[in-house]
């Protein structure tokens, strides 16, 4: 299961650095959270979102992309 962060990590990643908004949605899980915690300044910096789906399937954004330069949107 690591590998899921590992790769939702890399393609946004891939995804900021030709100049596109990128995020990562994973279930509210404390198992997700031990692998997220580590690369959370890691997202900031690079503007990629973070989507924690909530049990009852709402969806809850840590706001990464509040100062998005509007040019990245496409």
């Not at 946004?12 to 959370?40: E, R, V």
């Not at 049990?55 to 992309?65: K, T």
Request: glycine content about 6%; proline content about 5%.
């Amino acid at each position: 299961m690591k590998g899921h962060v590992e790769y939702a990590f890399y393609q946004a990643t891939h995804n900021t650095c030709t100049n596109k908004m990128a995020g990562i949605a994973l279930p509210k899980h404390s198992f997700y959270q031990k692998w997220i915690d580590p690369i959370l300044p890691a997202l900031k910096v690079l503007e990629i979102e973070l989507f924690w789906i909530l049990p009852d399937g709402n969806i809850e954004a840590l706001g990464h992309w509040k100062n998005t330069n509007s040019k990245r949107m496409r």
